[in-house]
């Protein structure tokens, strides 16, 4: 049985990869058919009629709708949480997906329709799959069994749910999906992450695993379980029909040898996807080409800011047509479930535009984001000036980079500091602030839940003057040059750290 729904979803896949590619051969109509649905189908709502949905004719008269972040339409999402229909979107709103707080909430919900994940985000799954059997007809993804490393979920209320995208998607697996799907819904939803990964381990490292799917750092806490369990020297020799690799949330690069250690075998294919709480953008259609596909059909309209103009009170904003190969832009989204003109706060990087295809290179705030904590300066900051001011401690600067996973390691976050009156205890010190960032911001909460990916952060006390000296030797001092305070990699760590 098995064998022969594989064969039948490969001709599926032949013919859907078809679809595809005349979406990415003019995705400026898929594009303008998409806003045109978006503004009709809403025009009655509250933000409807606030921005005259109704008389707008295309995106000439669309780009003059306010660009928004969460903040500015936070009122807005609360009265859909609290039962109020027809606010942002026709389509009643029953799901949220779940990300790092703001200065509002110590989490952001972002609404999420039943028509969106079955035309958004589950789409892209099965495309997902189109691509890997366009490249490998032996993969064999419905032979057995595939594993995705999901988040969990959670009541809001009688009627309201709420989770990381990846756990909303889970819970929304069609049937057919479901049956090649490990480990059991009700273990991959699990809140519980270290029971979860301990469940996880045990029940896969039996199975025939062909896909695997995930954030790198939870993936890498898990497969070393699964070694632990096994006592297997890599994965390969534990799932040796694996073929696809799907990872995505945080960048790939510093964790490219481990999994090499990890997964040896040069028969499984690394594919990078961009999904987010707001939608499902891109993902690498060939495995050996940089940049991922953005995708065109799945109820996401995109504008794009140029780089130079991000921090402009009014930003010149381009649609997709406008843009120019090796360029940077700030991402700007309107979907069918209630975003317009949303700053998703995200930077990317043409690096094609027949097709159009792109690189997250970055984020508008400044940000670390290695292990999928997104953790902003906003945070750190606050987090920093309430345990200070508890255990009566000046700091003169900081930055903060990672200490990067690796097969056998768990990651973290280091702290160059450089205090003008020191804590009496630099580890109780230590322990308050990692207390107060986990108080803050969920997604570091949950990275750092039983120490399972990322270990307590650690402190480096730097001697005077060092953050001074820094920007000397980098022609930077004075004027409006600063020290970085948060940084995807160890730049500017290993030059302060003796």
Same mark, same amino acid.
């Given at each position: 049985?098995?064998?022969? @729904?594989?064969?039948?979803?490969?001709?599926?896949?032949?013919?859907?990869?078809?679809?595809?590619?005349?979406?990415?051969? =003019?995705?400026?109509?898929?594009?303008?058919?998409?806003?045109?649905?978006?503004?009709?189908?809403?025009?009655?709502?509250?933000?409807?009629?606030?921005?005259? !949905?109704?008389?707008?004719?295309?995106?000439? %008269?669309?780009?003059?709708?306010?660009?928004?972040?969460?903040?500015?339409?936070?009122?807005?999402?609360?009265?859909? #949480?609290?039962?109020?229909?027809?606010?942002?979107?026709?389509?009643?709103?029953?799901?949220?997906?779940?990300?790092?707080? @703001?200065?509002?909430?110590?989490?952001?919900?972002?609404?999420?329709?039943?028509?969106?994940?079955?035309?958004? =985000?589950?789409?892209?799954?099965?495309?997902?799959?189109?691509?890997?059997?366009?490249?490998?007809?032996?993969?064999?993804?419905?032979?057995?069994?595939?594993?995705?490393?999901?988040?969990?979920?959670?009541?809001?209320?009688?009627?309201?749910?709420?989770?990381?995208?990846?756990?909303?998607?889970?819970?929304?697996?069609?049937?057919?999906?479901?049956?090649? *799907?490990?480990? %059991?819904?009700?273990?991959?939803?699990?809140?519980? $992450?270290?029971?979860?990964?301990?469940?996880?381990?045990?029940? @896969?490292?039996?199975?025939?695993?062909?896909?695997?799917?995930?954030?790198?750092?939870?993936?890498?806490?898990?497969?070393?379980?699964?070694?632990? #369990?096994?006592?297997?020297?890599?994965?390969?020799?534990?799932?040796?029909?694996?073929?696809? !690799?799907?990872?995505?949330?945080?960048?790939?690069?510093?964790?490219?040898?481990?999994?090499?250690?990890?997964?040896?075998?040069?028969? &499984?294919?690394?594919?990078?996807?961009?999904?987010?709480?707001?939608?499902?953008?891109?993902?690498?259609? =060939?495995?050996?080409?940089?940049?991922?596909?953005?995708?065109?059909?799945?109820?996401?309209? !995109?504008?794009?800011?140029?780089?130079?103009?991000?921090?402009? &009170?009014?930003?010149?904003? +381009?649609?997709? =047509?406008?843009?120019?190969?090796?360029?940077? *832009?700030?991402?700007?989204?309107?979907?069918?479930?209630?975003?317009?003109?949303?700053?998703?706060?995200?930077?990317?990087?043409?690096?094609?535009?027949?097709?159009?295809?792109?690189?997250?290179?970055?984020?508008?705030?400044?940000? #670390?984001?290695?292990?999928?904590?997104?953790?902003?300066?906003?945070?750190?900051?606050?987090?920093?000036?309430?345990?200070?001011?508890?255990?009566?401690?000046?700091?003169?600067?900081?930055?903060?980079?990672?200490?990067?996973?690796?097969?056998?390691?768990?990651?973290?976050?280091? $702290?160059?500091?450089?205090?003008?009156?020191?804590?009496?205890?630099?580890?109780?010190?230590?322990?308050? +602030?990692?207390?107060?960032?986990?108080?803050?911001?969920?997604?570091? %909460?949950?990275?750092?839940?039983?120490?399972?990916?990322?270990?307590?952060?650690?402190?480096?006390?730097?001697?005077?003057?060092?953050?001074?000296?820094?920007?000397?030797?980098?022609?930077? *001092?004075?004027?409006?040059?600063?020290?970085?305070?948060?940084?995807?990699?160890?730049?500017?760590?290993?030059?302060?750290?003796?």
């Amino acid at each position: 049985m098995p064998q022969f @729904t594989d064969i039948a979803l490969f001709n599926y896949f032949k013919w859907r990869q078809k679809r595809i590619e005349n979406v990415y051969n =003019h995705p400026e109509k898929f594009q303008k058919a998409i806003l045109k649905q978006i503004l009709k189908t809403n025009s009655k709502t509250v933000y409807g009629k606030l921005h005259g !949905f109704e008389k707008l004719n295309g995106y000439k %008269d669309f780009k003059h709708v306010p660009m928004v972040s969460y903040e500015d339409i936070f009122l807005l999402i609360k009265r859909m #949480i609290d039962g109020e229909n027809n606010v942002l979107t026709k389509d009643k709103i029953k799901w949220f997906a779940k990300s790092s707080g @703001t200065s509002n909430d110590r989490s952001k919900y972002i609404p999420v329709s039943k028509k969106y994940l079955q035309r958004g =985000h589950l789409k892209c799954a099965w495309d997902a799959a189109s691509f890997i059997y366009d490249e490998d007809p032996e993969a064999k993804l419905f032979a057995d069994r595939s594993l995705i490393m999901g988040g969990s979920i959670e009541k809001l209320s009688e009627t309201k749910m709420a989770g990381d995208i990846s756990g909303v998607i889970i819970h929304h697996f069609p049937k057919i999906g479901r049956r090649f *799907y490990t480990p %059991d819904i009700e273990t991959a939803l699990m809140s519980n $992450w270290d029971e979860k990964i301990n469940r996880i381990a045990e029940i @896969t490292s039996k199975q025939n695993v062909t896909l695997l799917a995930g954030v790198p750092t939870w993936t890498i806490v898990l497969l070393n379980k699964i070694l632990e #369990i096994t006592g297997k020297d890599n994965i390969s020799e534990v799932w040796p029909n694996l073929r696809s !690799f799907l990872h995505g949330g945080v960048g790939f690069e510093p964790y490219r040898e481990t999994f090499k250690k990890l997964i040896p075998s040069d028969r &499984v294919a690394l594919r990078e996807v961009y999904n987010a709480s707001e939608g499902y953008f891109a993902l690498q259609n =060939h495995q050996a080409e940089d940049g991922m596909l953005l995708l065109c059909d799945h109820q996401i309209f !995109f504008e794009f800011i140029p780089v130079e103009d991000i921090n402009s &009170v009014s930003p010149e904003c +381009l649609p997709l =047509h406008h843009v120019e190969l090796g360029q940077k *832009y700030a991402m700007v989204i309107t979907n069918t479930s209630g975003l317009y003109r949303y700053r998703i706060g995200d930077v990317v990087k043409f690096v094609s535009v027949h097709p159009f295809k792109i690189k997250v290179v970055g984020r508008e705030k400044e940000m #670390i984001n290695v292990f999928g904590e997104e953790v902003s300066v906003l945070n750190t900051d606050n987090a920093l000036a309430d345990v200070c001011k508890a255990l009566n401690v000046v700091v003169k600067e900081y930055t903060v980079g990672p200490i990067f996973m690796t097969d056998r390691n768990k990651g973290g976050h280091e $702290w160059a500091i450089e205090f003008e009156k020191k804590p009496a205890n630099i580890s109780i010190f230590e322990i308050e +602030l990692d207390k107060r960032i986990r108080q803050i911001n969920s997604d570091y %909460d949950a990275k750092r839940s039983h120490d399972l990916a990322l270990l307590n952060l650690k402190v480096h006390v730097l001697k005077p003057n060092s953050f001074e000296s820094w920007l000397r030797s980098k022609g930077k *001092y004075g004027g409006q040059n600063k020290v970085p305070r948060l940084r995807n990699d160890r730049y500017v760590l290993d030059q302060l750290i003796p």
